[in-house]
């Protein structure tokens, strides 16, 4: 018996919460120290090194970048091998990958280990877990998934310890002691993952197979060939209106997220501490989104519920535009943040219904490598037009008006029809 399965059993748990747990702690390690951490990490290197914001920017996108051609390679891998083998892979590189990031001289270094890094994350963080976590709820997707999201959402906390870190050692240091926490934490907790209910003899959702265990088991196994091909998913136009809305969405909320302590710092005129907060604020504030938008959908029409967190985002994208007062960030960061936590449990629960699981973590990772375009996009563009101007307002106006468009795209959508499974 594994650890996991020990504590679920312990506490009379249904194990795909703790697979639920498991995926949510990585994700708060993984997610906390870089995607939005890296912010903290910013002006350390600008300052050391005398790079461009664009250079820097560049650094995070191309993070987002590899990691969208990275993901159907990852998806292809998880529907095959599973969630728990490619979590343990992703963790170790995103460790190595933040060690290679703590000894680096130039730029080409900077960028070849954020590479090593966007490969780990590739595959411990998000896109694999949500792989897992699908496999074991039905009825309860939605909220297994906003309560998996919780796990990055309060690793804003992260930014705040890695901006201590910053402070008390130095940005190296710092990064060498993330690395160890990766190992230390997450490899065990990767390690105690399943794969899907009917490696346990159980069925999703923890429902009871009664008296025909077996049949039981021949159901679950069942519900994991339901649903289209990776073709069929191409072929239908419910994946680009997927895709398209995430990468517009993604646009200005990554970019957000990447430029929120140097637009706080430079237009606002916070101190690094108070910026730094500010991220952590914005990022815990998502939680009511990840928690609310991810019960809801198990209620409501997920399309609208979609687009309800869709135009929500693009509102809080395009208010940062009009901050000038450090009172005013406080009005904007819940927006922006239930807009955004909203998204991250609704779209993998409308996924999975509007393809089913059969190829679920290949759809995904397609879907992601057309999102990524958007998360690539946004913050060089909002680097650069910093670099020109000397403001960020126009840029996130911008971005807010591009994602916009989502809310559309996913209202509208219409599931395929499925073939019949024998």
């Known amino acids: 018996m594994s650890f996991g399965t020990l504590v679920a059993s312990r506490a009379g748990l249904f194990f795909g919460w703790w697979v639920v747990f498991a995926s949510a702690t990585v994700l708060f390690f993984t997610g906390g120290t870089f995607f939005y951490g890296f912010g903290a990490l910013f002006n350390p290197i600008v300052n050391e090194f005398g ?46 990958g933040f060690f290679l990031l703590s000894r680096i001289q130039d730029l080409w270094a900077f960028y070849g280990a954020i590479i090593v890094i966007a490969i780990g994350m ?18 309860y997707r939605g909220r297994a998934f906003a309560l998996m999201a919780m ?14 870190l910053i402070s008390t050692f130095d940005w190296r240091t710092a990064l060498v002691i993330i690395a160890g926490i990766q190992i230390v934490v997450c490899i065990p907790l990767a390690l105690s993952i399943r794969d899907k209910p009917a490696d346990l003899g159980l ?61 706080l710092t430079s237009s606002i005129g916070l101190s690094e501490g108070l910026a730094a907060a500010s991220v952590t604020a914005m990022i815990l504030l998502s939680l009511g989104g ?10 409501v029409d997920k399309r609208f519920v979609m687009a309800a967190a869709y135009a929500l985002l693009a509102l809080g994208v395009l208010l940062f535009a009009t901050v000038y007062e450090s009172w005013q960030v406080l009005i904007v960061l819940p927006l922006f943040g239930f807009g955004w936590g909203g998204v991250i449990p609704t779209r993998p629960a409308l996924q999975a219904e509007v393809f089913g699981m059969r190829a679920f973590g ?18 060089v563009f909002a680097g650069w037009m910093y670099d020109q101007t000397e403001s960020y307002r126009l ?28």
Do not use: C
């Open 51 to 96: 790079w461009s914001r664009t250079a820097v920017s560049l650094a995070f996108s191309l993070r987002t970048e590899v990691g969208g051609i990275a993901a159907p390679v990852v998806g292809f891998l998880v529907d095959r091998l599973g969630a728990r083998r490619l979590m343990v892979f992703g963790v170790a590189t995103v460790a190595l």
């Open 151 to 164: 796990g990055s959402g309060t690793s804003g906390i992260m930014v705040i310890v890695l901006a201590w």
């Open 122 to 139: 590739s595959a411990a963080a998000g896109p694999v877990s949500m792989v897992a976590v699908a496999h074991w709820f039905r009825r």
């Open 203 to 263: 069925l999703p959702d923890g429902e009871d197979p009664g008296d025909a265990p077996k049949e039981g088991e021949q159901l679950s196994r069942r519900y994991d060939t339901e649903g289209l091909t990776v073709r069929q998913a191409l072929r239908s136009a419910a994946f680009w209106r997927i895709a398209g809305a995430l990468a517009l969405g993604n646009a200005g909320a990554v970019a957000i997220i990447v430029h929120t302590i140097p637009f």
């Open 290 to 299: 990840r928690f609310g938008f991810g019960f809801v959908a198990d209620q």
């Open 362 to 379: 290949a759809i995904q990772g397609l879907v992601f490598t057309v999102a990524t375009l958007g998360a690539l996009v946004g913050p």
């Open 395 to 422: 840029a996130f106006v911008i971005l807010a008006s591009v994602g916009f468009l989502a809310v559309p795209l996913t209202a509208t959508l219409q599931r395929p029809r499925w073939p019949q499974v024998a």
